[in-house]
Structures are given as C-alpha cells and as structure tokens.
C-alpha cells in the first residue's frame, strides 16, 4: 500500500534544498542544465604538478584535463546528488515525514549532506567509526547532525567478523548509552539486543542504521543499497558532465572519467550512462593502497561486495599510493584550487594514466573541498626529498651503489636491464629486480628486510630506485628512507630513461 505524502514537506524540501540543486532537462535532443558544479580547465596546473612534483614530462602528450568542483553543491560534497534524490524519493513514496529520526551509517559527505534536513526540522543521526577526521566531526557538528560513535571500521569488507561475541556487548553497551544521552528511550533497543549484537559482531554498521530506523519508526536512507544513489549520477552527473563538455567544444566520448570510491554510486552511475551514451567503458576508478586511510574512501578489497562495486563496466581500477597523492593534493590547494583527499588521489590517478599512454584527456571528479581536512594537512610534516631527476642520478652516479626495480606488476626484458644500466652508467650486475610479489608486500605492509640488498650497500652510498612512472619507487624509497637507508626515486622511471634515448617504454617490460 503507497502511503500518503506528505505534501507540505515536499513543498518545503523543494523550495528550501531542491532549488539550489543542479536538475538537467533534455531539449532538443541536447542537455540543459541549471545550477550544475563548475567544470574548470585544470591542464596547465595538471603539468605543471606533474612536472615539478613527479618529474614527468607530459607536455607533448596532447593533455587536456577538467576537474568536476562539486564541492561546490549546497552540502559541500558530490553526496549531496544522491542524498537530495533519495530524501525527495522518500517523501515522495510516504516513508519520509515530518516528525521522524532519520538515520544513517556515514564516513562524513553523505551525513553532512543530510544536515540539509535540519532545516526542514528533521532530527538526523549517523554512525560514524573511529577512524572519521576531526574536520569531519567539526563539519558535522555544524550542520546539526547528532553522531554515535561506535568504535569500529565504518565500512569493514563485507562479512568481517569479530572473534570475541563478547565485544558486541560492549559495543552495544556503548551504542546504547550513547542512544540515551541524544534523548532516545532505549527500552525498545533492548527488546531487539539480539539482532543489534549480531549486527555489531559483524561491524555491519550499514544494517545497523537500517535496524535503528525500524526500531524508532525512523527513516534511513540506505545509501550502500539504495538504487537511486547509483541512478542520480545516470541521470543527472552524467548528461551534466556531457552538456559541459560540448559547451567547451569537446566530444565527451574521448575523454576518461576518473573517480574514486566510496559507495561506489558516482562511478557505476556515470559509467552506465556513458556506456549507454557512447557504447564505451570510459570510467576508471582509483583505489588507494589497502593499509590507507582516506577521508571517505573504500580500499578496493574493501570495495568487493558492495552493491554498486560493479567491476564490469569501469574501463579501470588503479590502486594508488595514498602518500604519493598528498604532494599533488598541497601543489592544488597552494594555486587555488580546492580539492580534499579523495580529490587528490582521483587526480593522482589521471598522471599515472597519463603518465603510462591509457588516455589523453580527463575529466575527474573532485567529490569535495578542504575544508575538513586543512588543519591535519599544516601539521604534517613534510618528507624531505626522495625523488631525484634524471640529469641528477648522473651526476652523482659514482655514489650509486645499486639500481633496484621495483614494480609492482611488470618487470624489466633484458633490453629494459640493459637500457636502464646503459643510461645510467652503471654496470648491469648492479642492476637489480625486486619481484612484483615482494615490492607489493612492502608497499602494503611499509616494512622492509633488506633481503635484496647487502648490508653494505643498505650502508654506504645510495640505492637507486626505478619503476615505470616514479610513483612506486617513490613509495619504496619512502619504505627504505625509514629504515635508515639512503634511497631515492629516479622521477620519471623507465619513462625518463626510454625517452632519453628514443626508445618505446612498452618493449621494454614485461609481466611477471
């Protein structure tokens, strides 16, 4: 049975949050849209940054790059698309009225998204975990969104379980004095201990708000489940990004959309448009590393088992160095341009995709701003150098005691040994190839045991570190710096030493 609308509050959410959103209208066989994001050139900056941070070259390459500012939307975020369609659908569907507690699990856009209820009077209610940055909470707090934080992993892999049942007691125990202390009458979450424990020994924080709102007579969104998430980027991101383009002259089926992911909404909802629109895989998604943290942001093994974690339509997942990424992220914010975490490492990922040929022009979506992450970013200290230029491993290639690379998918064929020996000037016994299996070990797990190296070469001198772009050996070298050892990345890679003699990088590898 369709329950009743509730009218006036529809009206209210149209006039007071609705309004101030993008909406697009298809005229014509063309996209008309009101109130969309900006859409700003991002190329000059983009080389620039590669140049000066990385050491790459891609100047020549015919680059064009736009980065998608929704942090620009009324809640700051590309959440905001989502949370708005799927509160309207709510109202719309009678599940959604004045009076009720909305909750919902949140890693911090989507809960701040939904502080827009409270100016339709809605009290609003996330589950944060303990991870969430303070910015986060500071950002939620002035929205008016009431927290619970439950001291777990927001968003574990699908099916973890805790070892000790004894835990969820505690959790519980915790959950509920918290539920007291926001006003809650916690008789009724007594009455249902038992599927509110099962659910904490799993970490299933995502059901848990799905109970909660049942328990209360409540309303969740359900944004990891809900299909509308997923269909607001078809709908609306997609022929948006596509009438923006066009007005700039551009054809959208050349570019490559680059996201990363949270729920996984804006890249499988973007990508079945564009498949629809275009017949082409056109969206890569990037992954930072799995032992990361970043604001709002799944791992990719993290990512498996979502609803909209929909691998075959991306045309790529990368998973990318988290740490490489802050560099880029502080060169955008020193010229201007407001990106947060997420931001950062969707850029990141259009140097490494430009960087190795997979695509000249990007868009890339900038799901937020950094506002909530600036403070953390002025207190952290900054690495001294790691990465040295090609011109600079010459000079000082008598000090170079070994040539190390590392990888993690692709090893050297004997013309990559003897192009990377012969470049540099040094002996090709000096060269040395970490396994793929060992370099992502490392990389993951930021502990080194010298295995590959001698003590003396750990000691004296320095070790050079090569992979393909730089981004890699860069993390290794970073690895190694705090071990003691004198290690650096060559900018560039293989990429610097093939185009110094005119050679194609791609001959010169080979999978493992």
């Not at 975020?77 to 569907?93: F, H």
């Not at 202390?181 to 038992?194: C, H, I, M, S, V």
């Not at 990037?286 to 604001?295: E, G, H, M, R, T």
Request: glycine share 10%.
């Amino acid at each position: 049975m369709v329950e009743a609308i509730d009218t006036e509050l529809l009206n209210e959410f149209k006039n007071k949050i609705a309004s101030r959103l993008p909406a697009v209208h298809e005229v014509a066989e063309r996209y008309e849209v009101i109130n969309a994001t900006p859409l700003v050139d991002l190329t000059r900056l983009f080389l620039e940054c590669a140049r000066l941070e990385y050491g790459f070259s891609l100047d020549t390459y015919g680059i064009k790059v736009y980065g998608k500012l929704d942090s620009m939307l009324p809640g700051g975020s590309v959440k905001t698309r989502a949370a708005a369609k799927i509160v309207e659908q709510g109202i719309l569907s009678g599940r959604l009225k004045k009076g009720q507690v909305v909750f919902e699990a949140t890693s911090g856009n989507f809960g701040i998204s939904l502080g827009l209820l409270t100016q339709l009077g809605f009290k609003v209610v996330v589950l944060v975990s303990r991870r969430i940055k303070e910015g986060v909470i500071r950002a939620l707090e002035k929205t008016g969104v009431q927290m619970i934080n439950l001291d777990v992993d927001i968003c574990p892999a699908p099916g973890v379980e805790l070892s000790d049942y004894g835990t969820s007691s505690v959790l519980f125990d915790n959950l509920q004095s918290q539920l007291r202390t926001l006003g809650f009458d916690t008789a009724p979450l007594k009455n249902e201990r038992q599927r509110v424990e099962t659910l904490l020994a799993r970490q299933d924080v995502i059901n848990l708000a799905k109970l909660l709102a049942e328990i209360y007579g409540g309303y969740c969104p359900e944004q990891y489940d809900n299909d509308i998430n997923a269909a607001t980027h078809e709908v609306l991101t997609g022929p948006e990004l596509d009438a923006q383009l066009r007005n700039f002259g551009e054809d959208p089926s050349m570019f490559r959309f680059v996201c990363t992911f949270g729920t996984g909404g804006t890249s499988t909802g973007l990508s079945r448009y564009l498949i629809k629109r275009y017949g082409k895989k056109l969206v890569h998604v990037i992954f930072p590393l799995s032992n990361q943290d970043v604001a709002g942001i799944r791992s990719k093994d993290k990512a498996a088992g979502l609803k909209f974690y929909q691998p075959s339509v991306y045309a790529g997942e990368h998973e990318l160095d988290f740490e490489a990424a802050k560099r880029l992220l502080r060169f955008f914010l020193s010229r201007g341009v407001d990106i947060g975490e997420s931001s950062a490492l969707a850029l990141w990922g259009a140097v490494n995709l430009a960087n190795f040929g997979v695509g000249n022009h990007f868009v890339v979506m900038l799901a937020d701003g950094a506002s909530k992450y600036i403070e953390e970013l002025r207190t952290e200290s900054v690495p001294r150098r790691l990465n040295i230029s090609l011109d600079e491993a010459l000079t000082s290639k008598d000090e170079i005691t070994s040539v190390v690379w590392t990888h993690p998918s692709y090893v050297p064929r004997q013309e990559g040994l003897s192009a990377i020996s012969s470049v540099l000037g040094v002996e090709e016994s000096k060269v040395k190839v970490m396994p793929p299996d060992e370099v992502r070990r490392i990389i993951y797990s930021g502990e080194f045991d010298g295995s590959l190296l001698s003590e003396e070469e750990l000691e004296k001198g320095k070790v050079l570190l090569v992979c393909i772009g730089g981004g890699n050996s860069l993390r290794m070298a970073e690895i190694l710096s705090k071990k003691g050892v004198k290690a650096f990345s060559l900018d560039g890679g293989l990429m610097s030493i093939s185009n110094s003699r005119g050679l194609d990088p791609r001959v010169l590898i080979r999978p493992p």
